[in-house]
């Protein structure tokens, strides 16, 4: 079977991904490219009796070198590589989106236009001719919406056709523009390149990007040009001010020569969500609305997942049955306490996370179909840059609110590697809801009317942890040229694509599910082993002895053993905290007290007040609060980063962090108390 491979260009949110998604299905795999942070997406599909492979290049506004991404997609485009490059453009924003177009022009790899979300261009009363504007640009140019997998006909052929005669784009246009407005420096800057170009790179492409002063272009030009040559060219263009604009200009003028007499537009009047937006993305309002959103879309993920959590919960409930049955038919106990005790406690764990990860993928990826997302984006931009972060980055802090898997994951639109690896560091910090429940039960407990006064010096902190956060790992992860402000297009808001919607609902469900029982069960058993007597007595189990050795230690930090036991707890599932709590201070079986749903709170609270301090309990609240998430967060940290060695670098921070801070804690409450 012969083999073509496809490599997919475009912008962000033109569809690249979801186009990406509907030819290779579950055929892909996620890795980074070699040597690189950058994410590289391979798949494959078959179709004729034929191999397609497909490379999802990362999304780029254009092809300048001013970011790993950017020089990634550019040179793997050049390599010779890919047979075909498929260039995604947003039907419905044809002007802008075209860019990428503009910029790939001189590059003379075969390529494909697909005009992208045209069900939205129609929505919008526009008429596009493709064949015209095909005709202009001397490549195959296929008008689709990538969500309707059923419709790839189009695309399947062009790809076909392409196989037999592949289009290279015409740069006459384009060269004549750059020529007519920078001039002579063009023209001289030209002369002084080889007729034929270098490589894939044309002479009019290579001219175009020494003026816009780019670097990597400059290199390209030395590693084939004598010395003196090249010297003549970096005095020619070191001259010229303001290059990328020039440039820019000039494609942007080519773009509007190219839809001239293709591209028609019913006037349909304003907008009907027009109003909206004007609030959606106005200065004073844009903010409340887009917090009010964020936390009616919280409240929904939890009601949508409430059903699955409740059912969830219930599973540990069959241990009882289950290990009658089996003791009954000869199982060893200790087997049967491994199975029904850790791995089905894990299991529960496991289902109830992915239950609240389906109710916020629905509730959020709802909003992001219908075009809403990239407003709360926009109008929080200026707020993160004070981070060193784009405005993309709120939607990780707010969602981690309900659950920090869910903020993690919501990383992954943002761009630059360095710049979502420090997003999903400071989402860390963000409280979810089982954190609340926790601080909320053991704070009226020790502090009663007094525990908001804790409660909002922890948020006075955490705000404090955040800055510092931002500090230590924006210094490494995010190059200067990063801190700029967010560069995108509002999307048009249309209807949701349900189909769509739920495809990616279960994809993400499947990925938490797989990671999430893997970690946890292993986690469970290696709690189970040190917590397990043949006796049931806590006192004589290995974790009660080993806690009764390290507690001069964890002392300095205020944390008795139980407290420091239930702080080590709470890294596998904030819930799981109170569970060991229960196990440790009513000596009862610790599994018992993590899978038992009602915890005997009573019983619990008079143990806790009796045995800890007010200074300990500050210390263990300050430890709690400030540790990390879960060790789903971390997975979905591993996962999301491509990077083993970051993911383990912020866990460290956090719990060294959280343990620095019980120890100021305790001191400042034995002042206090």
């Known amino acids: 079977m012969s083999n073509t491979t496809i490599a997919l260009l475009g912008q962000p949110n033109s569809g690249k991904s979801t186009l990406f998604n509907g030819l290779t299905g579950s055929r892909q795999h996620v890795g980074n490219w070699p040597g690189k942070t950058v994410e590289q997406k391979e798949g494959y599909f078959t179709y004729g009796g034929k191999k397609y492979t497909v490379i999802d290049l990362p999304g780029t506004y254009s092809l300048s070198a001013n970011s790993e991404e950017e020089i990634i997609t550019r040179e793997y485009i050049a390599s010779g590589k890919a047979d075909q490059v498929c260039i995604l453009a947003d039907a419905s924003q044809l002007e802008r989106t075209l860019f990428m177009l503009a910029d790939y022009v001189g590059i003379r790899t075969p390529a494909i236009l697909l005009l992208n979300m045209m069900d939205v261009a129609e929505e919008q009363g526009k008429t596009i001719d493709s064949r015209a504007i095909a005709k202009k640009l001397g490549i195959p140019v296929v008008p689709f919406t990538a969500v309707d997998t059923k419709n790839y006909a189009g695309l399947f052929k062009a790809l076909e056709d392409g196989r037999a005669a592949p289009g290279i784009l015409d740069e006459t246009g384009i060269s004549e523009l750059y020529e007519a407005v920078i001039g002579e420096p063009y023209r001289q800057t030209l002369a002084l390149l080889p007729g034929e170009g270098i490589g894939a790179y044309s002479s009019a492409w290579l001219a175009a990007k020494l003026l816009e002063h780019d670097a990597a272009a400059m290199v390209i030009v030395k590693s084939a040009m004598d010395a003196e040559t090249v010297s003549r060219l970096a005095d020619m263009t070191k001259g010229v001010r303001n290059g990328s604009l020039l440039t820019g200009d000039c494609k942007f003028r080519w773009i509007g020569r190219l839809l001239e007499g293709s591209v028609s537009e019913a006037r349909t009047g304003e907008r009907r969500m027009g109003r909206f937006d004007n609030v959606a993305t106005s200065r004073a309002w844009g903010k409340p609305m887009a917090i009010l959103l964020i936390l009616v879309g919280l409240a929904l993920s939890m009601l949508i997942a409430m059903p699955f959590m409740m059912a969830s919960s219930y599973l540990p409930m069959l241990s009882a049955p289950i290990s009658e049955a089996l003791i009954g038919i000869g199982i060893s106990a200790i087997l049967v306490s491994l199975l029904c005790d850790a791995v089905l406690t894990a299991v529960s764990f496991a289902l109830m996370m992915v239950s609240f990860v389906f109710g916020i993928s629905l509730v959020f990826g709802f909003m992001e179909e219908i075009g809403y997302m990239a407003r709360i984006s926009y109008v929080f931009d200026n707020t993160m840059s004070k981070l060193g972060l784009q405005g993309k980055a709120i939607m990780p802090f707010l969602v981690s609110l309900g659950c920090n898997i869910g903020g993690v994951t919501g990383t992954r639109v943002i761009e630059s590697w360095g710049q979502r690896v420090t997003t999903m560091a400071l989402s860390w910090v963000v409280p979810c809801a089982s954190t609340w429940a926790v601080v909320g039960l053991i704070g009226s407990l020790f502090f009663g009317d007094k525990a908001l006064i804790v409660v909002l010096s922890m948020f006075l902190v955490a705000f404090l942890h955040i800055y510092i956060t931002s500090k230590i790992f924006g210094r490494s992860l995010i190059q200067p040229s990063e801190r700029t402000g967010l560069i995108m297009e509002l999307p048009p808001y249309h209807k949701p694509r349900y189909r769509n919607l739920f495809k990616f609902v279960f994809n993400r469900m499947g990925d938490v599910l797989k990671r999430a029982l893997t970690i946890i069960i292993c986690v469970s058993i290696l709690f189970w082993a040190l917590s397990y007597t043949p006796d049931g007595h806590i006192e004589n189990s290995l974790i009660y002895k080993i806690g009764i ?86 997975s979905s940290t591993v996962q999301e980063s491509h990077s083993l060695k970051w993911s383990l670098r912020i866990a460290a921070y956090y719990l060294i962090a959280a343990l620095l801070l019980a120890m100021v804690a305790y001191r400042v409450g034995l002042l206090i108390f």
């Open 549 to 634: 050795a390290i507690e001069p230690v964890t002392m300095v930090f205020g944390l008795r053993w139980q407290m420091f036991m239930a702080w080590l707890s709470s890294a596998m599932g904030k819930e799981a905290s109170l569970g060991v709590l229960a196990a440790l201070f009513n000596a009862q079986g610790i599994w018992t007290g993590i899978s038992g749903q009602g915890v005997a709170t009573a019983a619990l609270s008079g143990s806790l007040l009796s045995t800890i301090s007010k200074p300990e309990a500050l210390a263990f609240l300050y430890a709690f609060f400030f540790n990390m998430p879960c060790l789903m967060a971390l």
